[in-house]
């Protein structure tokens, strides 16, 4: 079992930027991939960024690449994401999951493919 938890969210004007983190404890947070997900109001849950086991390996979806990093630190066992250029269209819950077993794109872009979820922390954008 391992247990996520969010921090970090919270109001920003547009244009400002946000640091989410997310952290793990229970099992060896190496072992597993994470990702970044987000749910606004009324809207399916979308991936946002996802990072493999050692960090070698980054993807973003479309929407936020090139404003939002995602990064590890797997000696404190938290995974970060980087918010910047904020708008209100990044408003949602953010939440953070992890996985194992094989970590290519295609298996870390779908919320289905990971076990473990937390409990989401809030962004809210204003314009």
Known sequence: QVHLVESGGGLVQAGGSL??????????????AM???????GKEREFVAAITQSGGNKYYADSVKGRFT????????????QMNSLNP??????????RT???????LSAPYHYTYWGQGTQVTVSS
């Open 19 to 32: 640091r989410l983190s997310c952290a793990a404890s229970g099992r060896t947070f190496s072992n597993y």
């Open 35 to 41: 990702g970044w997900f987000r749910q606004a109001p």
């Open 70 to 81: 995602i990064s590890r630190d797997n000696v404190k066992s938290t995974v970060f994401l």
């Open 89 to 98: 269209e990044d408003t949602a819950v953010y939440y953070c999951a992890a």
């Open 101 to 107: 077993g094989y970590s290519g794109s295609y298996y």
